[in-house]
């Protein structure tokens, strides 16, 4: 004769609906604790790029080397930055390329800075300013980094 179990067939049920909701539970606080860390890592990749976007530079040749100021302002847009312009800035003396911050927005003036690779970073302060970031390339262009690469400017002397 078959041995007969104990409890009803109603508590083998409750039993293992309790252990059902209990797996279902972890599994949902586990999706609803991870799941938002793996978004903001995806979010914080494509960062730089959608920042730098909110970024206007007018870039100006303060060396005298020719082109070096559409080649730099190459390198920005690249990028991702709003190049709103180039031309020579009012003297070609610059030893040391510099990065003007003109809205009083100083991190966007060090984004510039370091898409370049340049520490020289002032603020100058106008109010209206077509540009949010002015770079004044030196004669030290041949330091300056392209942006998203590890190269280094280049141009025939």
């Known amino acids: 004769m ?3 179990r104990g409890g009803s067939v109603g508590s083998v049920f409750a039993r293992l609906s309790i252990t059902h909701l209990y797996v279902v539970g972890v599994v949902v606080l586990v999706v609803v604790l ?3 860390l793996l ?6 990749q494509r960062e730089p790029v959608g920042l730098a976007l909110d970024v206007r530079v007018m870039v100006l ?10 080649d730099v302002a190459a390198s920005l847009r690249d990028g991702g ?8 800035a009012d003297a070609f003396d610059y030893e040391h390329t510099l ?5 009083g927005s100083g991190e ?3 984004k510039v800075g370091r898409a370049l690779d340049c520490g020289l970073v002032l603020t100058q302060r106008v109010s209206a300013p077509s540009s949010d970031v002015v770079v004044v390339v030196g004669s030290d262009w041949r ?9 280094r400017a280049r141009r025939p002397s």
């Not at 978004?39 to 914080?44: A, F, L, S």
């Not at 930055?81 to 020579?88: L, P, R």
């Open 81 to 88: 930055f709003d190049i709103v312009g180039t031309g020579n």
């Open 2 to 4: 078959a041995k007969k």
């Open 99 to 103: 990065v003007v911050d003109r809205c």
């Open 108 to 110: 966007k003036a060090l």
């Open 143 to 151: 330091d300056l980094r392209l942006s998203g690469s590890g190269n």
């Open 61 to 70: 040749n303060g060396c005298g080397a020719e082109g070096v100021a559409e």
């Open 34 to 36: 991870v799941y938002p």
């Open 39 to 44: 978004r903001g890592e995806k979010q914080r």
